[in-house]
Nanobody, 118 residues
């Protein structure tokens, strides 16, 4: 099983990026997918999550209204659309699988760097 976050890059403040979470050897349709991030010198924090059963979504307070998580089951992909990006959003972003957004995440993928800077 290989879980991979991609789509990161350098963007100016106020810009947008769309991250993708894909997997080989794993059907993401059956799992809750969480997005996390870790900035240098800081602890990892939860960003967002989407359940599999009802596609209910969760967001950290600082991301509400700016980030949107969604899934495309046909493509076995989960997206994190990030708008109105701020310098404090700079971090490595990871996706992870679990059975429910309120439970422990078990499989972690490689991250993608997001840098918000002018």
């Amino acid at each position: 099983v290989q879980l991979q976050a991609s789509g990161g890059g350098l963007v100016e403040p106020g810009g947008s990026l769309r991250l993708s979470c894909t997997a080989s050897g794993l059907n993401l349709n059956y799992y809750a997918i969480g997005w996390f991030r870790q900035a240098p010198g800081k602890e990892r924090e939860g960003v967002s999550c989407i359940n599999s059963s009802d596609e209910s979504t969760y967001y950290a307070d600082s991301m509400k209204g700016r980030f949107t998580v969604s899934r495309d089951n046909a493509k076995n992909t989960v997206y994190l659309q990030m708008n109105s990006l701020k310098p404090e959003d700079t971090a490595v972003y990871y996706c992870a699988t679990g059975f429910h957004c309120e439970e422990t995440f078990v499989e972690w993928g490689q991250g993608t760097q997001v840098t918000v800077s002018s």
